[in-house]
């Protein structure tokens, strides 16, 4: 929250310039652009091109930090706090912090592969969801019988949560929906967190979210 409150302060201050010529992005007259302005916001945010041209390898961790409103903050921070909280207990603070930067981390890096193969240099990336979808499997796997209520009304055991947050992220990538949304992120946490339990921990997810 002191993150996103001191971007809300600071981060629409000028940084540096970025070199956006290879994209042919044209004025209204035909010339093609060759710098866009970099603002501390598109430093810390993950955006493909200044990755290529500034090197803003740091942006795959501090994307995570950065989010679009207070309600996506606030979203996310609900979801770290309710699943969170039991999956550092169970991890310890130490390893918990490793397994939330590492998966954040690594679906940010896999979303830049994807959006530079697409073509979306400019896209930038900001939020929490890739690590939080992490540490909703981590639950997932931890406490399979814990029934979870869906905005407060629905009852769904854990692991049929996280098929059903796959299903529909597979749904919105294929569909386009909510287009303003990192889908494919959101899946990298869950990819990334499975093979962090496999190598990390030598645990099947599968076996534990199934039982078999």
Known sequence: MLFYFAMAIFGDTPVSDLDISDLGIEDRFGRVYQEANMSLNNMLAMMPQAVIKKGAIWSFVTYMFMHAGLTHILFNMLGLFIFGTH????????EFLTFYLVTGALAGVLSFIIYAFSGNMLVNLVGASGALYAVMLAYAVMYPSSVIYIWGILPLRAPVMVLGYTILSFI?????????????THLAGFVFAWLY??????ISPWRRLTGK
Request: proline share 0%; aromatic share 12%; no cysteine.
């Open 197 to 202: 339990f496999v190598i990390r921990f030598g």
């Open 172 to 184: 919105f990538i294929l569909t386009g929906g909510r287009g303003n949304v990192a889908h494919a």
């Open 87 to 94: 999956v550092e207990r169970q991890m310890g603070s130490k």
